[in-house]
């Protein structure tokens, strides 16, 4: 699964999925880039894979405004010249609570960070890929959007469920382009947000978490890490249009 010489995108690459994959493209061989808001973490990244030899290039960008999108996909083709891997990770879970207490500001918010920012990383990248008739896009949805969530809001199911339709669409447009997209769908995996929210559910409440867990645990970043980069990949060449689930289990089909 060698990804020497291609070019990467990984959005919400500061912390948690996102920056345990830009670490394993980039030790795969891949330059990887990074966009996130938070410029100091990103950079706290790119130290970390250039100490061990890697590329890493940082992309502040706020996913959810479409000209910073546009201009963070130019900075990477002028760095490098081409783009041949979209990671759309970024995205942020909600607090979970009953949906009459959801307000129409909240719902809107989690949509447009979840799902609405996927679309506009896939619109700005896609021309590009287009042209080089290459491509692999890889989308983070989530359990929540293939059952229920356990630790966020009915918000957040449904953005991540938009995730995976948006996903087949994508597969069955661009794949005529050399394009692949396909999904993964993390079960509650313990990054640095969900951990603080693992950590405040009672003992009781974890356990039959757990319980319901085949594997008998939350996954560690680097357990997503490493399927989206399988994706990435051309081992996996022939993959289009599906959600590998990483969930211990949990949910099967």
């Keep these: 699964m060698l990804l020497n010489d291609r070019v990467a995108l990984v959005t919400g690459a500061s912390r948690g999925i996102g920056a345990s994959t830009a670490k394993i493209l980039a030790q795969r061989g891949a330059r990887v880039a990074m966009g996130a808001r938070t410029v100091s973490d990103l950079q706290a990244v790119a130290a970390s894979i250039q100490k061990k030899g890697g590329k890493a290039l940082v992309v502040p960008c706020d996913v959810v405004d479409p000209s ?24 942020l879970g909600t607090q979970a609570k009953p949906v009459e207490e959801v307000s129409p500001e909240e719902w809107d918010e989690t949509i447009l960070l979840n799902l609405k920012s996927v679309f506009l990383c896939t619109r700005a990248a896609a021309p590009v890929m287009k042209r080089q008739k290459y491509g692999r896009i890889v989308n983070v949805s989530s359990f929540a959007g293939r059952f229920f969530s356990r630790l966020s809001g009915p918000s957040y199911s449904s ?23 396909n999904s993964v769908a993390p079960s509650p995996t313990l990054t640095e947000r969900v951990k603080v929210k693992w950590d405040s559910r009672p003992e009781e409440e974890r356990q039959k978490i757990l319980a319901g867990i085949p594997l008998g645990r939350v996954a560690k970043p680097e357990e997503i890490a490493t399927v989206i980069a399988f994706l990435a990949s051309e081992d996996a060449s022939y993959v289009n249009g599906v959600c590998i689930d990483v969930n211990g289990g949990s949910w099967m089909t």
């Design 68 to 91: 910073q999108v546009r201009a963070m996909i130019e900075a990477v083709t002028k760095k490098w010249g081409r783009l041949d891997i979209l990671v759309n990770n970024a995205g």
């Design 159 to 181: 953005a991540k469920a938009g995730v995976l339709g948006f996903t087949r669409h994508m597969a069955a447009e661009l794949g005529p382009f050399g394009i692949c997209v």
